[in-house]
């Protein structure tokens, strides 16, 4: 289909609007992940809608030393990916035309959570990313905005501002697209060399080796809540004793913990921190995706297994959710 380059927010509005718009937030260097946002939203658009995906490298977004300088830009492939994709218009900015008045001196601020991980490995990041996702969607006026769950705390933070602030648009996730070895899709996978790339599938790795013990240990602890109304094994526990009993069922029930978790995906970082070259990892984290803390030993619900790492000087992130206790087994 044939997409339309827009520079300008005043080209944007004067476009005759029917049906939903959807908007992609990307910062280019378009990849299937992005593609495939790009299709959900053309899907959730429908045919009457319009699908607009945004291009722009927002510098608020880059700390001192990060990668601003060498961020790919490749706007004429950009278009056709996005083209391809159902998109109607690319809308590419300039930072005059984002911030008409320089770096602007009101900031979205992201709070504790916009503190933690991500925030405390990229001081400022959320901020910078908040205030232009807000500039973004008053610019794009949109009725839903998709964004990948590979940026799990980004997402979860675009939620809390769209909710906290009463921004009248739809917000929705996207599961992550990964290459046939395992890593996750991101435009920084082209930083790597073929030895950097061996090391940096212990990423998705160590996120598998979590979610298989977590699914094996639910798995066990769904046969266990079966077994004890049988009465052979009511009896079996009672010749015991009741210490025996309470033990067994402790175990069961710690079974799936977090710490389970955590260690199966430690192990595997730990090895690829002895590659050549090696891993340097910045954080494995078991969070609650509310608020992005830490989950104790008997949380239940939803949860994110995330984990961020450097191999040479290109840093990734990546992340799986899973569901402990009550709501199920791994998602």
């Known amino acids: 289909m044939t997409t339309t380059l827009l520079r300008t927010a005043g080209e944007l509005h004067a476009r005759a609007r029917t049906g939903r718009r959807a908007v992609v937030m990307t910062m280019g260097a378009l990849h299937e992940g992005h593609a495939t946002l790009i299709r959900a939203a053309r899907e959730s658009a429908g045919a009457d809608g ?77 901020d910078g990313m908040l205030t232009v996702v807000a500039k973004l969607l008053h610019l794009t006026r949109p009725d839903v905005a998709l964004y990948g769950q590979k940026d799990a705390q980004q997402l979860a933070l675009i939620r809390r501002m769209v909710r906290d602030l009463n921004f009248g648009v739809d917000i929705v996730g996207v599961p992550t697209v990964r290459e046939d070895d395992g890593l996750a899709l991101s435009s920084r996978n082209r930083y790597l060399s073929a030895a950097e ?79 050549t070259p090696p891993l ?30 450097r191999v040479g000087t290109t840093r990734l992130i990546d992340n799986i959710p899973l569901t402990f206790g009550t709501l199920g087994a791994a998602s």
């Not at 619900?301 to 984990?307: C, I």
């Open 197 to 275: 790339r061996r090391t940096a599938l212990a990423l998705s790795g160590a996120l598998f080796a979590g979610r298989d013990r977590h699914a094996a240990q639910e798995a066990l602890r769904a046969r266990a809540r079966e077994v004890p109304s049988t009465r052979a094994r009511a009896e079996a526990l009672g010749a015991l004793g009741e210490s025996r009993a309470a033990a067994d069922a402790h175990a069961v029930a710690t079974a799936a913990g977090p710490a389970a978790v955590r260690a199966a995906a430690r192990q595997v970082l730990d090895a690829a921190a002895r590659l």
């Open 50 to 126: 319009e699908v607009v995906v945004t291009v722009f490298v927002n510098p608020l977004q880059f700390g001192e030393g990060e990668d601003l300088d060498r961020y790919p830009r490749t706007l004429d492939a950009d278009l056709g990916i996005a083209g391809q994709a159902g998109a109607d218009v690319v809308f590419a900015p300039s930072a005059d035309e984002v911030y008409p008045g320089g770096e602007p001196q009101v900031r979205i601020s992201a709070g504790p959570m916009g503190e933690r991980l991500e925030g405390a490995a990229r001081p400022g990041h959320f």
């Open 280 to 309: 340097t990892l910045d954080y494995l984290a078991l969070v609650d995706p509310s608020d992005f803390t830490e989950i104790g030993d008997r949380f239940t619900g939803e949860a994110v297994l995330a984990v961020a790492a």
